[in-house]
T-cell receptor, first 113, second 112 residues
Framework: EAQVTQNPRYLITVTGKKLTVTCSQN?????MSWYRQDPGLGLRQIYY???????DKGDVPEGYKVSRKEKRNFPLILESPSPNQTSLYFC????????????FGEGSRLTVL | GQQLNQSPQSMFIQEGEDVSMNCTSS?????WLWYKQDPGEGPVLLIA?????ELTSNGRLTAQFGITRKDSFLNISASIPSDVGIYFC????????????FGAGTQVVVTP
């Protein structure tokens, strides 16, 4: 079954405590991306990756890091989380970076106290 | 910057009613996509539109790519309780390499 798997699904943490949200896809897709969803703002892109070892900033990259060492994995790193990073995060992928539709994971709800 | 406005923000409808929502852009898009997000889940693609004027159906859902290429609408006919969720439009700008821009979403609540 084609899947985009995120972990953890839910996390409550404290300001400044580094955390990583993992994302793995089994569809062999080239392109992967992270979004955050906030009420009234829809989905905003944080970072994206066109291929292995190629990453770039999206619309709201501040406070986040990513890496793409292998095609299937695209972790999102919060080095020093702050309360304004409390949000619902989605990882997504698509076969062709230039076209095609995004497939989303189930989401990771992060609360930073 | 580019603006993508989705309306209405929320809808409370009775089972059996038809639903209509739309998205407008300040610039031309070459693709419109409509996604649905069930509570506690990630968005799932409902309909993809690639040509101006295109009208596409998926069961009780119908979406159209506006002739000006700056808007799209989604209709849901004869709503049922499982239609509840957030519906997002997304567009790909003509100058964009493939990046999607998302609307803020329309929350649909269906009452029996």
């Amino acid at each position: 079954e084609a899947q985009v798997t995120q972990n953890p699904r839910y996390l409550i943490t404290v300001t400044g405590k580094k955390l990583t949200v993992t994302c793995s896809q089994n569809m062999n897709h080239e392109y992967m991306s992270w979004y955050r969803q906030d009420p009234g703002l829809g989905l905003r892109q944080i970072y994206y990756s066109m291929n292995v070892e190629v990453t770039d900033k999206g619309d709201v990259p501040e406070g986040y890091k990513v890496s793409r060492k292998e095609k299937r994995n695209f972790p999102l790193i919060l080095e020093s989380p702050s309360p304004n990073q409390t949000s619902l995060y989605f990882c997504a992928c698509k076969r062709d970076p230039w076209t095609g539709e995004l497939f989303f994971g189930e989401g990771s709800r992060l609360t930073v106290l | 910057g580019q603006q993508l406005n989705q309306s209405p923000q929320s809808m409370f409808i009775q089972e059996g009613e038809d639903v209509s929502m739309n998205c407008t852009s300040s610039s031309i898009f070459n693709t419109w996509l409509w996604y649905k997000q069930d509570p506690g889940e990630g968005p799932v693609l409902l309909i993809a539109l690639y040509k101006a004027g295109e009208l596409t159906s998926n069961g009780r859902l119908t979406a159209q790519f506006g002739i000006t290429r700056k808007d799209s609408f989604l209709n849901i006919s004869a709503s049922i309780p499982s239609d509840v969720g957030i519906y997002f439009c997304a567009g790909r700008h003509t100058d964009s390499w493939g990046k999607l821009q998302f609307g803020a979403g329309t929350q649909v609540v269906v009452t029996p």
